[in-house]
């Protein structure tokens, strides 16, 4: 009898080598969004990033676990914003089944 375990996708990626730290800035905040502010701290607000609308693991900058079906559309995503992606099917655990079920 075999136990069949849930695969996902494995994704690496960054900008390519040389690529200025202002371009390195921007796709952070494009990719995984960030908290601001401004008038001194008065008015903050959440800017959103491309990768909150879909599941994910993240284990590293540049390093996220997606569900197979979201692999090839966040690969898609990730090199329309100028990255470099390696990707790599894996087994997931069962954390990452529960992270990715949303």
């Avoid at 994704?11 to 800035?25: D, I």
């Avoid at 796709?27 to 960030?34: K, Q």
Wanted: net charge positive; proline share 5%; glycine share 10%.
């Amino acid at each position: 009898m075999s136990v069949t375990m849930p695969e996902g996708v494995l994704l690496v990626f960054h900008l390519p080598e040389g690529s200025p730290p202002t371009r390195h800035r921007t796709f952070h905040r494009r990719i995984y969004g960030m908290e601001t502010s401004s008038w001194g701290g008065r008015y903050q607000y959440h800017l959103k990033g491309a990768l909150e609308d879909i599941p994910h693991v993240r284990l590293y900058w540049g390093v996220v676990i997606v569900t197979e079906e979201d692999g090839s559309r966040t690969t898609r995503l990730l090199r329309e914003q100028g990255a470099e992606v390696v990707t790599r099917r894996i087994l997931l655990t069962k954390s990452d089944q529960g992270k990715l079920r949303g």
